[in-house]
C-alpha cells in the first residue's frame, strides 16, 4: 500500500530535505505541502501548495501529515489533522504538557495514530537510550546539547526527553557540593529533577549532544553528532511507515526502535 503524505514546512532546510526523502520513496506519494506561500518552485506542478490544513486534507485526502514547522502552528496542525482522521508525524518541539495531554485525549477519541519525535536520528535515539540504561549505575549526570543559532527554544526537545528517560530509571537527587552557590546566575545550567542541562547555541553547529555520566574515579560520555539534516530521514521514514499501523501517541521514537 502507498502512502499518501502531506508535509507541512517544505522551504525551510528540515523541509526541503524530507520533501526530497518522501518523493524517492516508492511507498510514499507526496500529495501536498502546507506552505504560507503559494508558490513553490523547489517542488514544481507535480504538488500542489496548499495554505489552508483543512483544503490539503479535504482536496488531496492525505494518510499522514509530517509536520515540520515552527511550535506556535504545529499544535494546531495536529489537531486539525486527527479531527479529520489525519495520521501526524511531528518533528517539532516545544510542546507543552498540556498541549501533549490534549493531543493524547483527541488520539484515543478519533482512534488514529500520532508520533512526536524530539529528534528523528536513529543514532541520537539510541544515545537517549544508552543514558538511561547508564544512569541506573552512574546517576550523576549533566547533559550538553548544542545547535544552531537560529534554533528557538532552549533546551532542545532531545534534551529534555533525554533527562525524561533517564528519570524513569534514576532516583531524584541534587548534584554536587550541598552549599553549591552560582555566582552568575545560569552558570550550572537548567535543574531538571537535579541533573544539569546546559544549550549552547552558535553559528555552524547543527544537532549535538553530549551525556556525561560521571562516579567515583570515571568519566562516562556518551555523544551523538548530527553534521547534515539528511541524519534525520531515516527516522522520518520510519515514522510515516510506523504511525499508520499504530492508534496512540508515541512520544520519541526509542518507543519504536526495540
Known amino acids: 500500500m502507498v502512502i499518501k503524505v502531506a508535509l507541512a514546512g517544505p522551504r525551510g532546510k528540515m523541509g526541503k530535505e524530507a520533501v526530497a526523502t518522501i518523493i524517492k520513496n516508492k511507498d510514499f506519494l507526496l500529495v501536498a505541502v502546507l506552505d504560507s506561500k503559494k508558490d513553490m518552485e523547489s517542488i514544481g506542478d507535480r504538488v500542489p501548495t496548499f495554505t489552508s490544513l483543512q483544503l490539503l486534507i479535504e482536496q488531496t485526502e492525505p494518510d499522514v501529515l ?74 550523576n549526570v549533566e547533559i550538553i546539547e548544542m545547535h544552531h543559532d537560529q534554533k528557538v527554544d532552549a533546551p532542545s526537545g532531545t534534551a529534555i526527553k533525554t533527562a525524561q528517560m533517564i528519570q524513569q530509571t534514576r532516583s531524584s537527587m541534587e548534584q554536587g557540593h550541598p552549599s553549591e552557590e552560582e555566582t552568575i546566575q545560569g552558570a550550572r545550567g ?55 499501523k499504530r492508534n496512540v501517541l508515541i512520544y520519541g521514537l526509542e518507543d519504536i526502535i526495540l
Not at 528523528?120 to 537510550?129: Q, T
Request: proline share 4%; aromatic share 6%; glycine share 8%.
Open 66 to 139: 509530517v509536520d515540520l514547522t515552527v511550535p506556535s502552528a504545529v499544535f494546531d496542525h495536529a489537531m486539525t489533522a486527527l479531527e479529520y482522521g489525519v495520521r501526524p508525524v511531528i518533528g517539532t518541539t516545544g510542546f507543552t504538557d498540556l498541549q501533549l495531554d490534549t493531543l493524547r485525549n483527541k488520539v484515543e477519541e478519533r482512534q488514529v495514530g500520532c508520533i512526536i519525535a524530539p529528534n528523528f536520528s536513529i543514532g541520537a535515539v539510541l544515545m537517549m537510550k544508552f543514558a538511561q540504561t547508564a544512569a541506573k549505575y552512574l546517576p
Open 190 to 244: 537548567a535543574n531538571v529533577d537535579g541533573m544539569r542541562i546546559h544549550s549552547v547555541r552558535l553559528p555552524g553547529l547543527v544537532a549535538h549532544q553530549q551525556v556525561l555520566l560521571g562516579g567515583e574515579g570515571q568519566l562516562l560520555t556518551l555523544r551523538h553528532d548530527s553534521f547534515d539534516r539528511a541524519s534525520f530521514m531515516s527516522g522520518i521514514v520510519l515514522s510515516i511507515e510506523e504511525v499508520v
